[in-house]
């Protein structure tokens, strides 16, 4: 016959670049992720109207005045005096059901703290091993 | 007789190359977190307690500097008009109510501000924070 049927070939696409493709997008991904994790002292502040009572003698009282010298339970003291009497005191008042230490830590600045200063002293809290920590509201003036 | 045979180079397959890249293409797709907000600089305190924020998904960002220059999210916020803070958090935690505000303070702020930034977050419920702080001593 003259009208012979062409023997179909079976079209591909070509995907020797597909590999290629794939590098150029990995390296966009690559290039545009961000590694560096965000770090940071987590911290629950308090609701509002939910007024708590607590044993006196479980709160444990810090003071941070304007020049960042601090006052604990009433006496001046240096940060590695705050750290070893808070460690004590923790130890001293035993821990919860829940295995958590009872004292709570009270933190109380001044208006014009610095800022840095106060995380010093959030770090050292925390250091010392309380998780009760509660930030009482600077006075206004 | 005993005819050498032309020697072929075995060559690797790379038949597969382009699956082993998209695997890798989708595991950086996927853990790509495309960052949202500028930010203003400043420089954050210090700790030694500093931890990672398990999800970077679900964070809203407060950046204040010692100026009392304050973004949320990258939206400029004037002094004089604080309340606006507490309006922005309240949208953001309405559509992800697993929010935390990430508090990128610089270090020379006074705790007035703070504490400012602090009761508007109250007023709008949002009482889970993170005060952003770099780790203190080596390496990171």
């Known amino acids: 016959m003259l009208l012979e049927k062409k023997k179909k070939h079976g079209y591909e696409i070509n995907s020797s670049s597909m590999a290629d493709i794939a590098f150029l997008l990995l390296i966009f991904f690559l290039v545009t992720t961000t590694m560096d994790m965000d770090k940071g002292i987590p911290m629950v502040l308090p609701e509002r109207g939910g007024e708590l009572k607590i044993n006196p003698k479980n709160i444990a009282k810090i003071l941070v005045n304007a020049s960042g010298e601090v006052l604990f339970d009433g006496k001046g003291v240096s940060d590695l005096e705050l750290k070893e009497l808070l460690?004590?005191?923790i130890k001293e008042r035993g821990v919860d059901a829940d295995g958590k230490p009872k004292l709570l830590v009270s933190i109380k600045t001044d208006r014009e703290t610095e800022y840095d200063r106060y995380i010093t002293i959030l770090d050292l809290v925390k250091d010392a091993g309380a998780t009760k920590i509660s930030i009482a509201e600077p006075e206004k003036d | 007789m005993f005819q050498k045979k032309p020697k072929q180079p075995p060559g690797i397959s790379t038949a597969s190359l382009p699956d082993i890249i998209f695997m890798l293409l989708f595991f950086f797709m996927v853990t790509t977190v495309i960052k949202k907000t500028q930010g203003i600089p400043l420089?954050?305190?210090?700790?030694?307690?500093?931890?990672?924020?398990?999800?970077?998904?679900?964070?809203?960002?407060?950046?204040?500097?010692?100026?009392?220059t304050i973004t949320v999210d990258d939206m400029l916020v004037s002094p004089k008009n604080l309340g606006q803070i507490s309006k922005l958090i309240r949208t953001r935690l309405d559509e992800d109510n697993r929010l935390i505000v990430s508090l990128k303070i610089d270090k020379r702020a006074k705790m007035g501000l703070v504490t400012d930034i602090q009761e508007q977050l109250r007023d709008a419920y949002a009482v889970r924070v993170n005060y952003s702080t770099r780790f203190k001593g080596g390496g990171g």
Request: glycine residues 4%; aromatic residues 10%; charged residues 30%.
């Open chain 2, 43 to 68: 420089v954050t305190p210090a700790a030694y307690q500093t931890k990672k924020i398990e999800s970077k998904r679900h964070l809203a960002y407060i950046w204040a500097d010692e100026k009392g």
């Open chain 1, 87 to 89: 460690a004590t005191r």
